[in-house]
């Protein structure tokens, strides 16, 4: 029989080895990297629990406190609309005054949201991008290794390996 040279098992040996080595660090950089994407993330999501929040409950107060005042001011003004003709151009006015700061208010509390879950969204894609791209190496590695056994194993199998795999063979 033929008998392989012991420097081949050495050899094989000492590459497996290696991407075994390769390997490890490849997860332990992918879990330094979810570690500092899952950091910023916990950051955000704090400065969102500081910020927004408390702003979202004083917009409602306002909100709480503007709408009585709105409905009084609307009942009280069709009770007495005869006596205030004159003066209806003063009570627009004061009307529009309201309602302006109202809707700054909301544009407000708008942009602070829009602003949290675009930093969200941006942390979410970070961390997906993180996480991705090392599990693509690791599977090229993993893929060369495996062509890496077929050689290894012998040319016949090789053969008989990619015909059976037809056009789905890369």
Same mark, same amino acid.
């Given at each position: 029989?033929?008998?392989?040279? #012991?420097?081949?098992?050495?050899?094989?040996?000492?590459?497996?080895?290696?991407?075994? @080595?390769?390997?490890?660090?490849?997860?332990?950089?992918?879990?330094?990297?979810? $570690?500092?994407?899952?950091?910023? @993330?916990?950051?955000?999501?704090?400065?969102?629990?500081?910020?927004?929040?408390?702003?979202?409950?004083?917009?409602? $107060?306002?909100?709480?406190?503007?709408?009585?005042?709105?409905?009084?001011?609307? *009942?009280?003004?069709?009770?007495?609309?005869?006596?205030?003709?004159? *003066?209806?151009?003063?009570?627009?006015?004061?009307? +529009?005054?309201?309602?302006?700061?109202?809707?700054?208010?909301?544009?407000?509390? +708008?942009?602070?949201?829009?602003?949290?879950?675009?930093?969200?969204?941006?942390?979410?894609?970070?961390?997906?991008?993180?996480?991705?791209?090392?599990?693509? #190496?690791?599977?090229?590695?993993?893929?060369?290794?495996?062509?890496?056994? +077929?050689?290894?194993?012998?040319?016949?199998?090789?053969?008989?390996?990619?015909?059976? +795999?037809?056009? *789905?063979?890369?």
């Amino acid at each position: 029989m033929h008998e392989i040279p #012991q420097w081949v098992y050495i050899l094989f040996t000492a590459v497996t080895a290696f991407g075994v @080595l390769l390997q490890a660090a490849v997860l332990l950089g992918m879990l330094i990297a979810l $570690k500092g994407a899952l950091g910023r @993330l916990d950051q955000v999501s704090r400065m969102a629990e500081e910020h927004v929040i408390p702003t979202l409950q004083s917009a409602r $107060k306002l909100l709480d406190d503007v709408s009585p005042k709105l409905k009084t001011a609307a *009942q009280n003004m069709l009770q007495v609309s005869e006596t205030l003709r004159s *003066q209806s151009g003063h009570v627009g006015e004061a009307v +529009d005054d309201l309602l302006k700061k109202t809707e700054a208010q909301a544009d407000r509390i +708008d942009e602070m949201v829009t602003g949290t879950l675009n930093s969200i969204a941006h942390a979410t894609a970070t961390l997906q991008r993180t996480v991705a791209a090392p599990v693509r #190496q690791a599977n090229a590695i993993f893929n060369g290794l495996r062509a890496s056994f +077929d050689v290894f194993r012998g040319g016949r199998e090789r053969v008989a390996h990619s015909a059976a +795999d037809g056009d *789905q063979f890369v």
